[in-house]
Nanobody, 124 residues
Framework: QVQLAESGGGSVRAGGSLRLSCAAS????????MAWFRQAPGKVREFVAA???????QAYAEPRGRFTISRDNAKNMVWLQMNSLEPEDTAVYYC??????????????????WGRGTQVTVSS
């Protein structure tokens, strides 16, 4: 069992930055693929970024390099650094975990554990 708690959301102007944090509790955090998803009002939940259990591989929904996912297995923490934010990034951001599997990292249905989300609002 893994419990996840996000923090770090808020309101920023376009072009600004935010760093989201996800604190995990439970055993064997280092065995879990971790990811960030987001959901805007009226839209389906979408993949943002994922990081493999050992931290050696990351994947992103967009190639522009605005977001960076990282983890510290010793601290049971995952972060999402978001730069050059745009109004279209406004959403509730969720942290998610799944045991060991790296394939299908962008498929929300493959994740077993979810946090409650943190709101990010970007104004123009």
């Amino acid at each position: 069992q893994v419990q996840l708690a996000e923090s770090g959301g808020g309101s920023v102007r376009a072009g600004g930055s935010l760093r989201l944090s996800c604190a995990a509790s439970g055993r064997s955090f280092s065995d879990y693929t971790m990811a960030w998803f987001r959901q805007a009002p009226g839209k389906v939940r979408e993949f943002v970024a994922a990081i493999i259990a050992g931290g050696g591989s990351q994947a992103y929904a967009e190639p522009r390099g605005r977001f960076t996912i990282s983890r510290d297995n010793a601290k049971n923490m995952v972060w999402l650094q978001m730069n050059s934010l745009e109004p279209e990034d406004t959403a509730v951001y969720y942290c998610a975990a799944k045991y060991r599997e790296w394939n299908y990292y962008s498929d929300a249905r493959r994740y077993d554990y979810w946090g409650r989300g943190t709101q990010v609002t970007v104004s123009s």
